[in-house]
């Protein structure tokens, strides 16, 4: 342990004034940060904080050291974080950060596998989490791009949507709704429909669903997640809200008859995140790629009443490549 590394570290505990939080901070132990501390004091022949059971404080000479040693911090972090970027632009990996629910939509498999066609030695790494965490990820620099839902305006992150779809409705073959192709929300009052708990979602709960509940539908809401929506309403025959049939469509209602809502209908989006920084290879092919894909989608207007015609999208595939 250099002297340097030892100066860094002292400027850590110096800004979070407690042992404990500066351990966190820097990932290492507390007993260990501490034995670094005392053999830097050590080697200057002088303390440099003041300790007591309860704070820890400068002593003068440490307040003296610690303007210097915080530029050094400052300047080691700006040296690594230069690096990393350095070995981001000749890497030949893309990390892409992707929300678990996202995986059906048709966009992100057309983009990952048309930039592949271009790119055949790149290698895309999948990372999946929740969209909060991706975009803190996004942030530290973790991954490269995410793929979230209901996306925000985040400083500093450039926002392109891929793909939208409104929210539509799947009922059982013998429902009263089941002929009339296309239906107001009003047809849904006082009619159960079985949806996740609001607690796991609240933004994406009240943007996509709360508006039909509001119209008088109720809602029955199952404990076990999205995956088990099909089965109860399979079970109890029930209409299902859906985003992205027929794409998303659940096997356990491959059945079900799929209607259009009318009126104002609450719209999905999907979108790709990216830090706002100089260009880099890679990451602005992948996003050239991904935004012809979402252009493409934004025109082709399928009927959504039709089943999934697999000839345009592997049309679209071909012409993107080509």
């Not at 890497?91 to 057309?110: C, D, E, H, I």
């Not at 925000?152 to 392109?160: D, K, M, R, V, W």
């Not at 607690?199 to 029955?220: S, T, V």
């Not at 799929?258 to 602005?284: C, F, Q, S, T």
Request: glycine content about 4%; overall charge neutral; proline content about 7%.
């Amino acid at each position: 342990m250099s002297n340097l590394d030892r100066l860094i570290r002292f400027s850590v505990v110096a800004e979070e004034m407690s042992f404990s939080k500066a351990a966190r901070r820097l990932n290492v132990d507390q007993p260990w940060l501490s034995r670094q501390i005392q053999q830097l004091e050590a080697q200057m022949g002088f303390p440099l904080f003041v300790r007591s059971t309860r704070r820890v404080s400068l002593t003068d000479e440490g307040e003296a050291l610690f303007a210097s040693a915080h530029e050094l911090a400052e300047a080691a972090e700006q040296c690594r974080q230069s690096s990393r970027d350095l070995m981001r632009m000749h890497s030949q990996t893309l990390v892409l950060g992707v929300n678990p629910y996202t995986f059906w939509v048709p966009a992100r498999k057309l983009a990952i596998e048309t930039f592949q066609a271009r790119h055949p030695r790149v290698t895309i790494d999948i990372v999946s989490n929740y969209s909060a965490r991706l975009i803190s990820k996004l942030q530290k620099r973790l991954i490269d791009v995410a793929l979230v839902g209901q996306p925000c305006e985040f400083p500093g992150l450039e926002t392109l949507i891929l793909y939208s779809s409104p929210v539509s409705l799947l009922v059982p073959p013998g429902d009263p709704l089941a002929g009339l192709g296309k239906v107001p929300m009003s047809a849904l009052a006082g009619r159960e429909i079985p949806v996740t708990n609001p607690k796991l979602n609240p933004e994406r709960w009240d943007m996509l669903y709360k508006p039909f509940f509001e119209a008088g539908a109720h809602p029955m809401i199952v404990s076990e997640g999205e995956t088990a929506v099909p089965f109860y309403a399979r079970d109890r025959a029930l209409p299902v809200l859906t985003v992205g049939w027929p794409h998303s469509e659940q096997g356990a209602l491959a059945d079900f008859v799929h209607l259009d809502i009318e009126g104002d209908v609450p719209v999905a989006k999907y979108a790709l995140v990216r830090r706002e920084e100089p260009a880099r290879g890679l990451l602005d092919h992948f996003w050239q790629t991904a935004e012809r894909v979402a252009a493409e989608f934004a025109v082709q207007q399928l009927p959504l009443a039709k089943p999934v015609d697999r000839s345009v999208d592997l049309a679209l595939q071909h012409a993107l490549v080509a």
